[in-house]
């Protein structure tokens, strides 16, 4: 069965350090999406992408943060200059139509 | 604007009684609405889902939900549970204009007592 992946599992940086987060949806979808859950709270919607543009972004996705599909397959999130509170989980979504959104296994970014 | 709630941040039954993980919503449109569920160091996995069709809405692992307009719910039900159940389960709603994106509610983590 087809599904999203997520690389890498697991991020450590420092503050004020670039980091870009890396996803891989599943190859006929045509909407894509990140959300992110800090530990302990709930999951919140950071963009949504489709048409190789952002069709809509959170307040949480400010100037750091940018999201590009560099090459028809891979989805990336960069945050140009980590802070602590960027800490969290990263998820990517994606969906074919409408509905169900198909999420992979999430990338545990630590700041420094 | 949409949100949801649920309304118990954790949830205990025994192995073989039933479960009902509960979920008000909130939405000024006709509303789409999922059961996410999350297990340990794991990703989000589809339960369920709601889409205006059947309000009785059969998902995986053998859970249900029942889509009630009048009392704006959509509470989780399971007949026995199972010890692999344990797990956070997230209600969701989703945007239907365009871009359908999700709100999550805060989660209910759920455990089963052997």
């Known amino acids: 069965e087809p599904e999203v992946t997520q690389t890498p599992s697991h991020q450590v940086t420092q503050m004020g350090q670039e980091v870009i987060l890396r996803c891989v949806p599943i190859?006929?979808?045509?909407?894509f999406y990140w959300y992110r859950q800090i530990l302990g709270q709930k999951v919140e919607f950071l963009v949504s992408f489709y048409n190789n543009e952002i069709s809509e972004k959170s307040e949480i996705f400010d100037d750091q943060f940018s999201v590009e599909r560099p090459d028809g397959s891979n989805f990336t999130l960069k945050i140009r200059s980590t802070k602590l509170e960027d800490s969290a989980m990263y998820f990517c979504?994606?969906?074919?139509?409408?509905?169900?959104?198909?999420f992979g296994p999430g990338t545990r970014l630590t700041v420094t | 604007a949409q949100s949801v709630t649920q309304l118990d941040s954790h949830v205990s039954v025994s192995e073989g009684t039933p479960v009902l993980l509960r979920c008000n919503y909130s939405?000024?449109?006709?509303?789409?609405l999922f059961w996410y569920v999350q297990h340990p160091n794991k990703g989000l996995q589809l339960l369920l889902k709601?889409?205006?069709?059947?309000?009785l809405v059969k998902g995986i692992n053998g859970f249900e939900a029942e889509f009630k307009k009048s009392e704006t719910s959509f509470h989780l039900t399971k007949p026995s549970a199972h010890m692999s159940d344990a797990a956070e389960y997230f209600c969701v709603v989703s945007d239907p204009r365009g871009n359908e994106k999700l709100t999550f509610g805060t989660g209910t983590r759920l455990t089963i007592i052997p």
């Open positions: 709601y889409t205006s069709a059947a309000t």
């Open positions: 939405s000024s449109y006709s509303p789409s």
């Open positions: 190859s006929n979808h045509l909407y």
């Open positions: 979504a994606s969906r074919a139509n409408r509905y169900e959104q198909y």
